[in-house]
C-alpha cells in the first residue's frame, strides 16, 4: 500500500468513514492498469502508483515527496510544467500522444522502434472544496496501438506505390458506382481529357452516372461499358473486357478491363489502358470462366 | 427574428440580435449591450490567441484563432444554429464546468475539417478517417479552446470555476444534444461562436457553443460592464 494514502483522507469531501474512499485509493495505487500519479501544489509527488513503479523503474520510496520536475527535467524543457501550472488553476488537460509522444519516459511496452512507451494523459485538479490542493495525472498505455497504425499506414503506403507504379489508369468502384480509390495514372488520365473530370476521386463523383448520362446521350461504348460494370459489380461476370476508341484530334484505342475487388462482394476495379489497336471489341467471361 | 420559450413560469425571449441581446426576465428586460459583447468579444480573442501560441509552439507551425461572431439564442435555438446547411455537426468535444458559473461548453466541427485540422496539427496529410490517435488531438485542442473561452467568462465574472473531464462525441447528435442539457434544467441559453483556425496556410471554421443558464449570464452581464469602462 502507498503509505502517503493516509495523509490524502483529509483533502476528501466529508461523507461517512465506511472506507469506500479508501478503498478507491487503494485500487488506483495497486490494482488499475493506468499510471496514476497524485501531487500536491508543489508538484511533490503523493501518490505513485504500482503500474508506474513496474514502467518507470522509480519505486514508491524514490519518489513520493519529490517534485515532478526534478524527477523528469525534460518536463520543464518540453513545456509540459506549464499544463501543471494551467492545471493548479483549475484547468484539465488532454496530452494527445500524436502532439506529445509521452508525458514522461517509461520503458517501451511493444516491440518496434517506438524508444519510450508512447502515452495518452490526461491531468486534471485535485480540489477539496473550491480549493485546488494538487493535480492528479492518469496515463495510458498507446504504444500497441501506435505501432498497429504506423503498420497500417506503411502497408498503405506500399498498396499505394505499387498501384501507382503501373502505368493502367485504376480505379476502385463501390456498389452505386461511387469513385472510392484511384491511382496516380488514372488521375492523370481524368485531368488530361476534359471530358473525363468527372472521373477524379472526389466526393460525389460517380463512375456509372457518368456512364449513364453518356449512354443517355447516345454512346454506345458508354452503354456497353455501363453493362459490363454493373454485371461484375452483380457478380454476374468474373470478368468484364473492352476496346473502345476515343476521337480527338487523332483516333486512340483503349482497353478496360473490370474485375471484381478480391476478397469483396460487390466493389469492382477498373482499369484502363492505351493499345495500339484493337483485337476484338469486346469480352465476357462468364461465373463458370468459360 | 424571436423565439419564445418558457423557463420557471416565466416569458423569457432570446433572440440573435444587433445591437444587443436582451432577455427578458419578469418582465425586465436584461440586456447585453453592443459594448459588453464587443468586450467580450474581445476578452474570448485575447484567450483564443494565448491558445493559439501555446499550440504554434506545441506544433512547431503558425496558428491563430479567427476572432469569434457571438451570439446569445435560446438552447434549442443554439443548438439548431451548430447544425451545418440543416446538418448537425458530425463530431463535438465538450467539457462541463461548475462553480459560480456552471453549464457546458461545445466545440463542433464537421469530419472534413476535423480530419484537416488533424492533418495540420500534426503534420502529416488529412486525416480522411477519424481513429482514436486523430480524436485524442482534437479533444486535447477543444479542451484548450473551451477551457480558454470559460475562463475568460468566468474571469469577467471574478468567479472561479471547475471542469469536468472532456468528453468526444462522434455522429452522435441526440447524445451531444442530451449532453449539454442533461440533469440540468436550468441551463435554457447558449453561446453561439463562429470561429476559424488558421494552420499553415489553410482556414478550418469550428463552431463553439457555451450553454448556460440566465443566472450565469446574468453574472456575466454584470461582470463585463467594468470591464468595459476599463477599456
Same mark, same amino acid.
Given at each position: 500500500?502507498?503509505?502517503?494514502?493516509?495523509?490524502?483522507?483529509?483533502?476528501?469531501?466529508?461523507?461517512?468513514?465506511?472506507?469506500?474512499?479508501?478503498?478507491?485509493?487503494?485500487?488506483?495505487?495497486?490494482?488499475?492498469?493506468?499510471?496514476?500519479?497524485?501531487?500536491?501544489?508543489?508538484?511533490?509527488?503523493?501518490?505513485?502508483? /504500482?503500474? *508506474?513503479?513496474?514502467?518507470?523503474?522509480?519505486?514508491?520510496?524514490? !519518489?513520493?515527496? +519529490? =517534485? %515532478?520536475?526534478? #524527477?523528469?527535467?525534460?518536463?520543464?524543457?518540453?513545456?509540459?510544467?506549464?499544463?501543471?501550472?494551467?492545471?493548479?488553476?483549475?484547468?484539465?488537460?488532454?496530452?494527445?500522444?500524436?502532439?506529445?509522444?509521452?508525458?514522461?519516459?517509461?520503458?517501451?511496452?511493444?516491440?518496434?522502434?517506438?524508444?519510450?512507451?508512447?502515452?495518452?494523459?490526461?491531468?486534471?485538479?485535485?480540489?477539496?472544496?473550491?480549493?485546488?490542493?494538487?493535480?492528479?495525472?492518469?496515463?495510458?498505455?498507446?504504444?500497441?496501438?501506435?505501432?498497429?497504425?504506423?503498420?497500417?499506414?506503411?502497408?498503405?503506403?506500399?498498396?499505394?506505390?505499387?498501384?501507382?507504379?503501373?502505368?493502367?489508369?485504376?480505379?476502385?468502384?463501390?456498389?452505386?458506382? /461511387?469513385? *472510392?480509390?484511384?491511382?496516380?495514372?488514372?488521375?492523370?488520365?481524368? !485531368?488530361?481529357? +476534359? =471530358? %473525363?473530370?468527372? #472521373?477524379?476521386?472526389?466526393?460525389?463523383?460517380?463512375?456509372?452516372?457518368?456512364?449513364?448520362?453518356?449512354?443517355?446521350?447516345?454512346?454506345?461504348?458508354?452503354?456497353?461499358?455501363?453493362?459490363?460494370?454493373?454485371?461484375?459489380?452483380?457478380?454476374?461476370?468474373?470478368?468484364?473486357?473492352?476496346?473502345?476508341?476515343?476521337?480527338?484530334?487523332?483516333?486512340?484505342?483503349?482497353?478496360?478491363?473490370?474485375?471484381?475487388?478480391?476478397?469483396?462482394?460487390?466493389?469492382?476495379?477498373?482499369?484502363?489502358?492505351?493499345?495500339?489497336?484493337?483485337?476484338?471489341?469486346?469480352?465476357?467471361?462468364?461465373?463458370?470462366?468459360? | 427574428?424571436?423565439?419564445?420559450?418558457?423557463?420557471?413560469?416565466?416569458?423569457?425571449?432570446?433572440?440573435?440580435?444587433?445591437?444587443?441581446?436582451?432577455?427578458?426576465?419578469?418582465?425586465?428586460?436584461?440586456?447585453?449591450?453592443?459594448?459588453?459583447?464587443?468586450?467580450?468579444?474581445?476578452?474570448?480573442?485575447?484567450?483564443?490567441?494565448?491558445?493559439?501560441?501555446?499550440?504554434?509552439?506545441?506544433?512547431?507551425?503558425?496558428?491563430?484563432?479567427?476572432?469569434?461572431?457571438?451570439?446569445?439564442?435560446?438552447?434549442?435555438?443554439?443548438?439548431?444554429?451548430?447544425?451545418?446547411?440543416?446538418?448537425?455537426?458530425?463530431?463535438?468535444?465538450?467539457?462541463?464546468?461548475?462553480?459560480?458559473?456552471?453549464?457546458?461548453?461545445?466545440?463542433?466541427?464537421?469530419?472534413?475539417?476535423?480530419?484537416?485540422?488533424?492533418?495540420?496539427?500534426?503534420?502529416?496529410?488529412?486525416?480522411?478517417?477519424?481513429?482514436?490517435?486523430?480524436?485524442?488531438?482534437?479533444?486535447?485542442?477543444?479542451?484548450?479552446?473551451?477551457?480558454?473561452?470559460?475562463?475568460?467568462?468566468?474571469?469577467?465574472?471574478?468567479?472561479?470555476?471547475?471542469?469536468?473531464?472532456?468528453?468526444?462525441?462522434?455522429?452522435?447528435?441526440?447524445?451531444?444534444?442530451?449532453?449539454?442539457?442533461?440533469?440540468?434544467?436550468?441551463?435554457?441559453?447558449?453561446?453561439?461562436?463562429?470561429?476559424?483556425?488558421?494552420?499553415?496556410?489553410?482556414?478550418?471554421?469550428?463552431?463553439?457553443?457555451?450553454?448556460?443558464?440566465?443566472?450565469?449570464?446574468?453574472?456575466?452581464?454584470?461582470?463585463?460592464?467594468?470591464?468595459?469602462?476599463?477599456?
Amino acid at each position: 500500500m502507498n503509505r502517503e494514502l493516509t495523509q490524502l483522507e483529509p483533502a476528501a469531501p466529508a461523507r461517512p468513514a465506511d472506507g469506500f474512499d479508501q478503498a478507491i485509493l487503494q485500487w488506483l495505487a495497486g490494482t488499475t492498469n493506468q499510471g496514476v500519479i497524485i501531487t500536491d501544489r508543489q508538484l511533490r509527488v503523493r501518490l505513485w502508483n /504500482a503500474w *508506474l513503479e513496474a514502467h518507470s523503474g522509480f519505486t514508491v520510496d524514490e !519518489v513520493v515527496g +519529490r =517534485e %515532478l520536475q526534478s #524527477l523528469f527535467p525534460e518536463l520543464v524543457r518540453r513545456g509540459i510544467d506549464s499544463y501543471y501550472r494551467s492545471v493548479l488553476q483549475g484547468n484539465v488537460h488532454v496530452l494527445s500522444q500524436r502532439l506529445h509522444r509521452y508525458l514522461i519516459p517509461l520503458a517501451p511496452t511493444a516491440d518496434g522502434d517506438l524508444g519510450v512507451m508512447r502515452q495518452h494523459a490526461s491531468i486534471a485538479p485535485l480540489t477539496a472544496g473550491d480549493a485546488v490542493v494538487g493535480t492528479v495525472t492518469i496515463i495510458q498505455d498507446v504504444s500497441e496501438r501506435v505501432l498497429y497504425e504506423q503498420t497500417v499506414r506503411e502497408r498503405e503506403r506500399f498498396t499505394d506505390a505499387v498501384l501507382n507504379s503501373l502505368p493502367e489508369a485504376v480505379a476502385v468502384i463501390g456498389y452505386g458506382g /461511387a469513385i *472510392l480509390a484511384v491511382n496516380a495514372a488514372w488521375e492523370q488520365l481524368c !485531368v488530361a481529357q +476534359r =471530358e %473525363l473530370r468527372a #472521373l477524379t476521386h472526389d466526393p460525389g463523383h460517380n463512375y456509372l452516372e457518368f456512364c449513364r448520362q453518356a449512354a443517355a446521350a447516345g454512346d454506345a461504348t458508354a452503354r456497353r461499358a455501363l453493362d459490363g460494370i454493373t454485371a461484375v459489380m452483380e457478380r454476374l461476370l468474373t470478368a468484364f473486357t473492352m476496346e473502345y476508341v476515343c476521337q480527338g484530334r487523332e483516333e486512340r484505342w483503349y482497353r478496360m478491363d473490370v474485375v471484381p475487388l478480391a476478397g469483396d462482394t460487390e466493389r469492382v476495379v477498373v482499369m484502363h489502358r492505351p493499345i495500339s489497336r484493337p483485337r476484338c471489341s469486346c469480352s465476357e467471361i462468364p461465373l463458370d470462366g468459360r | 427574428m424571436y423565439h419564445s420559450i418558457i423557463v420557471n413560469s416565466f416569458p423569457v425571449v432570446g433572440f440573435a440580435c444587433v445591437p444587443g441581446d436582451e432577455l427578458y426576465r419578469n418582465g425586465a428586460p436584461m440586456i447585453i449591450t453592443d459594448t459588453q459583447r464587443k468586450s467580450l468579444v474581445e476578452l474570448i480573442a485575447i484567450a483564443f490567441t494565448r491558445t493559439a501560441a501555446s499550440l504554434s509552439t506545441l506544433v512547431g507551425a503558425q496558428v491563430s484563432v479567427g476572432t469569434p461572431k457571438l451570439r446569445v439564442l435560446t438552447l434549442a435555438d443554439a443548438l439548431a444554429d451548430l447544425s451545418e446547411a440543416g446538418r448537425p455537426p458530425d463530431l463535438a468535444v465538450t467539457q462541463r464546468f461548475s462553480g459560480v458559473l456552471a453549464g457546458t461548453s461545445v466545440l463542433a466541427l464537421d469530419v472534413q475539417s476535423a480530419g484537416l485540422l488533424v492533418g495540420l496539427l500534426t503534420g502529416e496529410s488529412p486525416a480522411t478517417r477519424l481513429n482514436e490517435a486523430s480524436r485524442e488531438v482534437l479533444l486535447e485542442v477543444g479542451t484548450s479552446l473551451l477551457s480558454a473561452c470559460v475562463n475568460t467568462l468566468s474571469s469577467v465574472g471574478g468567479a472561479r470555476v471547475s471542469f469536468a473531464a472532456p468528453q468526444f462525441y462522434h455522429a452522435a447528435p441526440e447524445l451531444l444534444a442530451r449532453a449539454v442539457a442533461d440533469g440540468a434544467p436550468d441551463l435554457q441559453l447558449g453561446m453561439v461562436m463562429g470561429t476559424t483556425l488558421q494552420v499553415r496556410g489553410h482556414t478550418i471554421s469550428a463552431r463553439m457553443l457555451i450553454v448556460i443558464s440566465l443566472a450565469t449570464l446574468d453574472h456575466i452581464a454584470r461582470g463585463i460592464a467594468p470591464v468595459a469602462v476599463m477599456q
